[in-house]
């Protein structure tokens, strides 16, 4: 390829919350802003889900098998939209790089039919961050997982195998990135022979379900840069990176992501956070490719509008939230709203 693999557009049909939504990507970062329940993390999976299984890196898992456990589902069907039949097929088609790829989801159809897929290069394998922190939760997991069938979806698998798994290429040597979060963790990492995690600092070794879940954050950016996961042409899938982060460190954090993706890593973001937004707008570069996503209900499922340009952004339910603040914290400090009229 003679430019970095990055997704550049997705399309989803009949497809959970959506009912026919096209995505324009850029290889920078792309920032997911909606209200819950609007399909931001399902849009994140779905990329995650194709790429994972053509990755290919240490396992050849069917697109179906991957898909079923990255949304933590028994049958890949239930993604389908509800409310248009039962025999409505979901598709999903994209681009990646400059290859296009689809397939389907058909409740009628034998399941060597759920594929139809044009893309046929390996890609890189992405990495996606949860939610809920898995770094305080690494001993033993993954063989439990596979094992037991553990009730947590296979982001949250992944994640805990990447911490531990050194990439073939090798561990980072350092990068601005690894540099901009290593100062706040105040200590190293180690782990034991059973999986644990630890931070060494100057008053001891402390396991890391004892730091708080913050600074977990931090340090799970931190090992997978480490073990080689967030080099050039890789995929970071982060949901609501926002959760258990003091805003004090999100500047930090915000600085690191844009320097990862000056390295040539696309980054996706599913936030809540206005502090998260407005730190993305105020610290991008004009080379930087950075693009707000607003997700909003309606009838015909959850339409979607895009912009390079925060101030522009519409629906930002995060914003108007914050707008309300201030308009009744005006009225209660002076008996009038924004535009001096007075309000009993």
């Excluded at 290919?56 to 389908?80: H, S």
């Excluded at 394998?125 to 922190?133: G, K, L, N, T």
């Excluded at 931070?199 to 977990?216: A, C, D, F, H």
């Excluded at 003091?246 to 809540?272: K, S, W, Y």
Aim: glycine share 8%.
């Amino acid at each position: 390829m003679s430019e970095r693999p990055y997704h550049k557009s997705l399309r989803l049909q009949n497809f959970t919350a959506f009912q026919d939504v096209t995505f324009e990507f850029v290889p920078g970062v792309n920032a997911f802003v909606g209200e819950n329940g609007t399909g931001k993390t399902h849009v994140m999976k779905a990329l995650y889900a194709w790429q994972l299984a053509k990755s290919r890196e240490d396992l050849d898992l069917p697109i179906r098998q991957v898909l079923g456990e990255t949304f933590q589902t028994q049958d890949p069907i239930q993604l389908t939209r509800l409310g248009v039949g039962d025999s409505t097929v979901a598709h999903m088609s994209g681009a990646y790089s400059s290859y296009t790829w689809e397939y389907h989801l058909n409740p009628v159809a034998s399941p060597d039919s759920y594929l139809s897929r044009k893309y046929t290069e390996k890609v890189t394998r992405p990495v996606f961050i949860p939610a809920i922190d898995m770094m305080g939760h690494t001993r033993r997991f993954v063989e439990a997982y596979d094992e037991v069938r553990l009730d947590f979806d296979r982001t949250c698998r992944d994640i805990v195998n990447l911490m531990a798994l050194e990439r073939k290429n090798g561990k980072s040597t350092g990068s601005p990135f690894e540099d901009a979060l290593v100062s706040l963790l105040g200590g190293e990492l180690e782990r034991d022979n059973e999986g644990r995690f630890y931070l060494v600092t100057k008053i001891g070794r402390l396991p890391m379900p004892l730091i708080g879940e913050g600074l977990r954050k931090i340090a799970t950016l931190v090992q997978l840069q480490r073990n080689g996961w967030l080099t050039e042409g890789t995929t970071l899938f982060w949901d609501e990176p926002e959760v258990n982060l003091n805003p004090i460190l999100m500047d930090e954090v915000i600085g690191a992501l844009l320097a990862l993706t000056r390295t040539g890593v696309q980054v996706f973001l599913a936030t809540h956070s206005y502090v998260i937004l407005k730190e993305l707008d105020l610290q991008a570069r004009k080379e930087d490719d950075v693009r707000y996503f607003g997700f909003q209900r309606s009838d015909a499922g959850t339409t979607v509008t895009a912009t390079d340009d925060f101030a522009l952004l519409e629906p930002n339910s995060i914003l108007e939230q914050y707008d309300s603040l201030y308009d009744r914290e005006l009225t209660r400090a002076t008996g009038r709203n924004r535009n001096g009229e007075r309000v009993r």
